[in-house]
């Protein structure tokens, strides 16, 4: 039975509500990464809650990694351990088995590699993945999967699709298992399976077909902002979105900017992660309104404006660019994590606009709208 509800469409763009053991997500949705169960720029959880964050992501690798996803069932789960009462969605780990590429071997049975920390080798397959993931007890759980280079070779790319798809069979049985212990920390955690196929619409395509017959909780498309345009992004969603379950929500992973946002959403997307506010946010650049800016810039100095003059965050409220912009010229914590504080809570209220605009039918409306300002700028 979907726990996932369309309330409205506005062309392709969807308003939906997602219903969970951990409380209803109102979808579109951006969820805030919070790779090690932590937002990086030192912003906590009653934080995330003043700035209207819906969902929290975090790393399945890193979590076994340190602390160790033993030690975070001993201690009652992830929701519990980082004091976050709201769904957590988990990534599987097969991202990291990309970005580690140096590192690792992959074969059918899962893919060794050596940990980022201490060298040590870890392997990890589908099973290891979900078990890992139990043991956090997280909201929704990813499949494990292999993420291929968007600009590789097709002779590399279906053998590696055909492989995740077998991997997700066999995540999809030992969730069920896993879900079935007495001693599981969520019973209720959900599964998504993940769409490959680099910028192979064919690919991609026949995969979703697969995929959708399995009945999982949700379908994110993956393989994508890795290398290739945005306009290549852009015309996968449009390939791969009508073979995904019309009943089931979509997520596209790691995207992105504002504007890939409102472009993913008027072709149907439901599900957003990305590490850009947090990421940029620590390093002076603010998403505003009028677009992105940069605090180190000398002009800002003397600036007593908020960061955004239309933008009702906790850190608009109370404080100027010029004070902003010291803190990070001298190094002090509390300008990344203002910066960062602001920057999700644009990213959230971007999606609670977005939310309003589709529900009132005014979705291409606002897009425009939005775009043109952020363009323009100051």
């Known amino acids: 039975m979907s726990t996932f509800t369309v309330l409205k469409t506005d062309g392709t763009a969807r308003l939906g509500q997602m219903e969970t053991v951990h409380g209803v997500i109102r979808t579109p949705v951006f969820m805030n990464v919070g790779t090690a ?65 140096g590192l690792r071997k992959i074969r059918e049975e899962g893919v060794t590699f050596q940990s980022h920390v201490d060298g040590r080798r870890i392997f ?39 492989r995740t798809y077998r991997w997700l069979v066999r995540c999809k049985a030992e969730m069920e298992r896993l879900n079935a212990l007495p001693d599981t920390v969520n019973p209720h955690q959900m599964l998504f399976g993940i769409n490959q196929g680099a ?12 995929i959708s017959e399995l009945d999982l909780d949700g379908y994110a498309i993956g393989g994508l902002a890795v290398g290739e345009t945005h306009a290549q992004m852009y015309a996968m969603i449009e390939a791969v979105e009508p073979y995904l379950p019309k009943e089931k929500p979509r997520y596209l992973m790691g995207v992105g900017t504002p504007a890939n946002i409102l472009e993913a959403v ?39 404006r908020p960061i955004d003059g ?59 709208e939005k775009l043109r300002m952020m363009e323009e700028g100051e």
């Open 37 to 101: 169960a932590a937002i990086k720029g030192a912003v906590s959880t009653m934080d995330l809650k003043e700035i209207g964050t819906q969902v929290q992501l975090s790393n399945t690798y890193h979590l076994h990694v340190r602390p160790g996803d033993e030690l975070i069932k001993r201690m009652g789960g992830l929701h519990k351990f980082m004091n976050w009462d709201r769904p957590i969605l988990t990534d599987s780990g097969g991202f990291q088995v990309f970005s580690l590429a």
């Open 124 to 162: 990890m397959g589908p099973e290891e993945s979900m078990r890992i993931q139990s043991n956090l007890g997280s909201t929704i759980a990813m499949a494990f999967d292999e993420c291929p280079p968007a600009l590789a070779e097709r002779a590399y790319v279906q053998p590696s699709v055909d």
């Open 199 to 210: 910028v192979y619409p064919d690919i991609r395509i026949e995969h979703a077909k697969q």
């Open 266 to 304: 008027e072709r149907g997307v439901d599900f957003f992660d990305c590490v850009y506010p947090s990421r940029n946010g620590r390093h002076g650049h603010a998403y505003t309104n009028h677009g992105k800016m940069n605090l180190a810039n000398a002009k800002y100095a003397e600036d007593e």
């Open 310 to 368: 239309t933008c009702q965050c906790p850190v608009c409220r109370n404080y100027s660019r010029a004070y902003i912009r010291h803190l990070l010229k001298a190094g002090e914590m509390l300008g990344m994590r203002l910066m960062v504080t602001h920057n999700l809570y644009f990213y959230n209220h971007l999606t609670e606009e977005i939310r309003e605009a589709i529900g009132e039918g005014r979705f291409a409306a606002y897009k425009a």
